[in-house]
């Protein structure tokens, strides 16, 4: 028996941070997956084993650090009675999603991971639950994380979040724009990041407060640009979006040369996507652009993926 999950990548394009302290974020999926394939073990033990990490283990030995999260998965199943007896198996993790990079990489191996274990131990499920589970991961590998990551993966779409709630929006995407995703090639930890912000608005509350209501007012009004497809509309705020982020502290120089660069050669936005200080930044611009703000931000860049908001979230083969 073989059972693979893949669940994608995400991005968000409005209210990364604010999100944490319970304001709304847009989020949506994109066309990079993580794909977690498990199959019977041959010598009866469990094996998780990450292809892109290079790294391998069994379960009851000595787990290394980046398998942490799947191992808390199985136990917290099994903590939860979720799943009352383990089958051995051996899984494979396998992703396309850049680590460290704010596309939510953790997040979708966890969501990828979960399907495929419940599927495989025959649990009936839901995506309410694979993102329960995925999101009990997450607070691993971040200090407090919102939720939005392990959420976008397992529905995929564009979704409004907010404390734990979704809601869909459905989309109008003019073909003639193009997103990028610009990887500065500076990894760092989410939950570090998450931690700092918080401590910049604790020290400054009767400031901040008004920062993060912009913010979901920039949300509210996103909502209804998305749903028309007023894409000068979205730009703007996702514009706007990415001052207030920088007043949170979570740019960079290499950050801000490339929204600068992105701008400059005529992108009509650039903006931080996920946690900040390194990881990528989200472009959009008009197709007729393209090739000209490819050209001008490329020598700054670690990487640029065109990409495509998709409308799926985790899907399950069984092979
Ligand atoms: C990380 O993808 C998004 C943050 O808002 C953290 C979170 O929501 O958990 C920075």
Redesign the pocket.
Known sequence: MKICASAPA?I?WF??????LGKP?IASSINLKARVCISNSINDKIIIESKDLGVKCIYGKDIPRELIQFIHIVEYCLSENIITKLKPFHAIIESSIPIAS?L?SSASTAVAFTAAFLAYHDVSFNRELISRIAYEA?KIV?A??????NTIASYGGFLVYQKGRIRRIRVRWPRKFQLLIVDTGMPRN?GK??KMVLERYQRNEDIMKYIYMAAEKIVRKAIKCLRSGNIECIAELMNINHGLLVSLGISTYEIESLVHRSIMSGALAAKIT???MGGSIIVLTDRIKLDHVIRAISPLAYRIIPASPTSQGVTIERL
Do not use: L, M
């Open positions: 995400k968000i209210g990364e941070h604010f999100v944490v974020a704010g939510g997450e971040h407090k994380p919102s939720g939005i990551d989410t990041v998450v996920g946690a900040g």
